[in-house]
């Protein structure tokens, strides 16, 4: 039976900028260790506004921007980036879902992709305002062939 990694456990651990504590689990724990679960809730503190923007601006810097290229081979590292957005104090956390009624547009993927730092509502309104000749221009830019127009088409 595959150990279990209790989520308050961690967030706890956050809080205190433990940046040992991946180091301090054992080998069932670590392989229960979810990086990407860990983000969707430390990326969502319930806090005053000032701690919250605080918390978000070093999730998205240090933990979102490079998560997938980490996330398969480096879960240590994620783990002290993680624990570097902590505050030293007790926070509570709730999970961030994602909304599924939200479309998902190909264009705003890969601006997302170009600008990993940028907000999700800046991406809608940069997108927004592109015309079809602006969208060619970015794929040539980007030295896009055929194939890889369609993906975002």
């Known amino acids: 039976m595959a150990a279990k990694l209790d989520i308050g456990r961690e967030l706890n651990a956050v809080?205190?900028?433990n940046h040992e504590f991946y180091d301090n689990l054992t080998d069932d724990e670590?392989?229960?260790?979810s990086p990407y679960i860990l983000m969707r809730y430390v990326g969502n503190p319930q806090t005053d506004a000032e701690t919250y923007e605080f918390v978000i601006d070093r999730v998205?810097?240090?933990?979102?921007?490079?998560?997938?290229?980490?996330?398969?081979?480096?879960?240590p590292l994620l783990w002290k980036l993680t624990a570097s957005c902590g505050v030293g104090v007790s926070l509570?956390?709730?999970?961030?879902?994602l909304n599924p009624k939200e479309k998902v547009n190909k264009i705003e993927k890969l601006l997302a992709?170009?600008?990993p730092a940028r907000k999700m509502d800046e991406?809608?309104?940069?997108?927004s305002m592109m015309t079809k000749q602006?969208?060619?221009n970015l794929f040539d830019s980007l030295g896009f062939d055929k194939k890889q127009r369609k993906e975002y088409e």
């Open 134 to 136: 602006d969208i060619e």
């Open 113 to 115: 992709e170009i600008y």
């Open 60 to 75: 998205n810097e240090l933990v979102n921007k490079d998560h997938w290229t980490l996330s398969k081979n480096h879960k």
């Open 92 to 97: 509570r956390y709730t999970y961030l879902k």
């Open 15 to 17: 809080n205190q900028r």
């Open 123 to 127: 991406i809608k309104l940069l997108a």
């Open 30 to 33: 670590k392989k229960a260790f």
